[in-house]
């Protein structure tokens, strides 16, 4: 019991620290680690995406199932969520126990642009160019995959930030950023709310 509740606790101060964001580890799709093949966000059997809170990992599904109010909010749909990603593409799959997909949306920000995400349901967010800040944690498409090496691209929104709206910010003033959302299935898919946000002042 004391091992559970300092897992949570540990969870509870992630999520807190990110302002209701959350790194995710990446997840091998494939044998050879030299693939760019990855499961995202996913909650199936073996296909388990992690939580990673600096060295220690946790299944996302665990953590969803003990503190299902953190990361979806009350009264909110099961984050039924299979996504495959190879090769630049990006495949999402129905869970055997439900009848619909989850969903897709490709937001791409100019250099040094910024805008608010809101959304009624929690997210995942995953980088395929760029880099930047969403709420306080960065983001980043690494130039090359490596098996088991913590990947600095791979994010979840819970329900709660994601109602009140997480700032998403390119902190290149010459390339842009670039993220798929990934929606449970079950959800409200349609796009978020997108509102602009100032860039901060330039000294």
Not at 22 to 37: F, H, N, T, V, Y
Not at 122 to 142: E, K, M, S
Not at 162 to 181: C, F, K, M, T
Request: aromatic share 6%; with cysteine; charged share 20%.
């Amino acid at each position: 019991m004391v091992v559970v509740m300092a897992k949570l606790t540990l969870l509870r101060g992630a999520v807190a620290a990110g302002e209701g964001v959350i790194r995710l580890a990446p997840c091998s799709a494939s044998q050879d680690p030299q693939a760019e093949e990855r499961w995202l966000a996913s909650v199936s059997e073996p296909h388990l995406s992690y939580i990673a809170v600096g060295a220690k990992r946790f299944a996302l599904r665990d953590a969803i199932d003990a503190l299902r109010d953190w990361f979806l909010g009350t009264g909110a749909p099961d984050w039924n969520v299979l996504a495959r990603y190879c090769r630049g593409q990006l495949t999402l799959q129905p869970l055997a126990d439900c009848e619909t997909l989850p969903a897709m949306e490709r937001l791409t920000l100019a250099a040094a642009g910024a805008v608010t995400l809101r959304h009624p349901q929690a997210f995942a967010l995953f980088c395929l160019h760029g880099q930047g800040l969403v709420n306080r944690v960065a983001v980043q498409h690494p130039a090359s995959l490596s098996d088991g090496r913590l990947m600095p691209d791979e994010l979840f929104v819970t329900g709660e930030a994601a109602r009140r709206g997480v700032q998403v910010r390119n902190s290149s003033d010459r390339e842009r950023l670039v993220l798929l959302q990934i929606f449970g299935a079950g959800t409200v898919v349609a796009p978020p709310t997108k509102s602009p946000s100032s860039a901060p002042p330039t000294s």
